[in-house]
């Protein structure tokens, strides 16, 4: 499967912003997908996931209570809704997938997006 991210940008503080992955081939729906996060001089870090089956799962409850994981098997796309966004929620952010059953952990996922970039100004 190739992944492709969009969506990325500047916004304020306090903003939204919603990022997409687009999967090709036909097999998308049997993958789990996940977002990761790498901001400057940092390593990536896990953000959410969602499983085939549509169970999400996301780093922190601060994450958790501002950004939504969904996915569209018929659209063959997964999003990430990020609202109330935060300074410290600058990075890039990847996309992947997975048909292992670890999705909180980079390590668990062998298909990777480009990534696209997050900027959050205060």
């Known amino acids: 499967v190739q992944l492709q991210a969009s969506g990325g940008g500047l916004v304020q503080a306090g903003g939204y912003l919603r990022l997409s992955c687009a999967a090709s081939?036909?097999?998308?729906?049997?993958?789990?997908m996940g977002w990761f996060r790498q901001a400057p001089g940092k390593n990536r870090e896990f953000v959410a996931a969602i499983s085939w089956r549509g169970n999400t799962y996301y780093a922190n409850s601060s994450i958790e209570g501002r950004f939504t994981v969904s996915r569209s098997n018929a659209q063959r796309t997964m999003y990430l809704q990020m609202n109330s966004v935060k300074p410290e929620d600058t990075a890039v952010y990847f996309c992947?997938?997975?048909?292992?059953?670890?999705?909180?952990?980079?390590?668990?996922?062998?298909?990777w997006g480009q990534g696209t970039l997050v900027t959050v100004s205060s």
């Open positions: 081939g036909r097999s998308f729906s049997s993958y789990h």
């Open positions: 992947a997938a997975t048909r292992g059953d670890i999705v909180t952990k980079k390590e668990g996922y062998g298909y």
